[in-house]
């Protein structure tokens, strides 16, 4: 079975005059991560790995279930290909996550991510926020054959406050 942990990053600040791929987490993206992040760690296996998109806002997110999570740093890494919004470059890169990995954590950014929760999973989200964390599974042993799995567990920011 293969476990999937997708994380949309949290609320992005758009106060610095700063290019899309540099812009920080706001103050409430930064205590979203922390109340997700919490949660998360007491309903979840830990991932095996933590693959985060580069951009400042996914990287931000991704450290906070890094800590929370205790994810040592040869478990954590960054993939710039996950700065995608179309979803392409995302699936490629689950399609061709290791095999002997059967939990992962992927973190990144929407209209991806809700497309991909969709077309992965058996139950439909709208939209997955800022900092939404989906749990997918999949009755796999490869990762390059999962199709439609299972939607487990959704934690929205919004139901935890």
Request: glycine share 4%; charged share 25%.
């Given at each position: 079975?293969?476990?999937?942990?997708?994380?949309?990053?949290?609320?992005s600040s758009w106060e610095q005059n700063v290019d899309d791929h540099k812009r920080p987490l706001k103050e409430r993206g930064e205590s979203d991560g922390k109340l997700v992040s919490?949660?998360?760690?007491?309903?979840?296996?830990?991932?095996?790995?933590?693959?985060?998109s580069d951009a400042t806002r996914a990287f931000s997110t991704a450290g906070f279930f890094k800590e929370t999570l205790n994810i040592a740093d040869a478990d954590f890494e960054t993939n710039h290909d996950l700065y995608d919004?179309?979803?392409?470059?995302?699936?490629?890169?689950?399609?061709?996550l290791?095999?002997?990995?059967?939990?992962?954590?992927?973190?990144?950014?929407?209209?991806?991510?809700?497309?991909?929760?969709?077309?992965?999973?058996?139950?439909?989200?709208?939209?997955?926020?800022?900092?939404?964390f989906v749990?997918?599974?999949?009755?796999?042993?490869?990762?390059?054959?999962?199709?439609t799995g299972k939607t487990v567990k959704t934690i929205f920011p919004r139901d935890l406050k």
């Amino acid at each position: 079975m293969k476990t999937l942990y997708l994380v949309r990053h949290a609320k992005s600040s758009w106060e610095q005059n700063v290019d899309d791929h540099k812009r920080p987490l706001k103050e409430r993206g930064e205590s979203d991560g922390k109340l997700v992040s919490k949660k998360v760690s007491k309903e979840i296996e830990p991932p095996q790995k933590i693959i985060s998109s580069d951009a400042t806002r996914a990287f931000s997110t991704a450290g906070f279930f890094k800590e929370t999570l205790n994810i040592a740093d040869a478990d954590f890494e960054t993939n710039h290909d996950l700065y995608d919004f179309s979803g392409q470059n995302v699936m490629r890169i689950i399609k061709s996550l290791p095999d002997n990995l059967d939990n992962v954590m992927i973190v990144g950014h929407n209209h991806a991510f809700t497309s991909i929760a969709n077309m992965l999973g058996n139950r439909y989200i709208d939209n997955v926020p800022t900092c939404g964390f989906v749990m997918l599974q999949f009755d796999e042993k490869k990762w390059s054959n999962i199709t439609t799995g299972k939607t487990v567990k959704t934690i929205f920011p919004r139901d935890l406050k």
